[in-house]
């Protein structure tokens, strides 16, 4: 009985394994990192993705994506953790408010 149990336990770490090794991105997926987002509609999302070093500011519809604007890892603000490079998710809006008040403002 100690044996069928220790056979039940090994197949679901081995279970948990494959799951987790066949789950991690590859290819390109992999080098992507979903910073933030904010909602401006039902169906319109601006989302902040990190990829090899540069930030884009993406546009997201239900049709389409766009890139609306692009800038360095280094020019975001720094995490209440400490972390640099990633915005707060609660703070990304007063981030997008600010970034379009000033956009305005040097036009």
Do not use: Y
Request: proline share 5%.
């Amino acid at each position: 009985m100690l044996f069928g149990l220790a056979v039940v336990i090994a197949l679901l770490f081995a279970a948990l394994w494959s799951i987790k090794r066949l789950s991690a991105p590859r290819g390109a997926a992999g080098h992507l990192k979903v910073l933030g987002g904010a909602a401006l509609g039902p169906r319109e999302r601006v989302m902040l993705v990190e990829v090899a070093g540069k930030v884009l500011v993406l546009g997201v519809t239900q049709n389409n994506v766009r890139t609306l604007h692009t800038l360095d890892a280094g020019d975001l603000p720094a995490t209440p953790g400490g972390e640099s490079g990633a915005p707060a998710v609660k703070d990304f809006s007063a981030w997008l408010r600010q970034s379009v008040e000033r956009r305005k403002h040097d036009a």
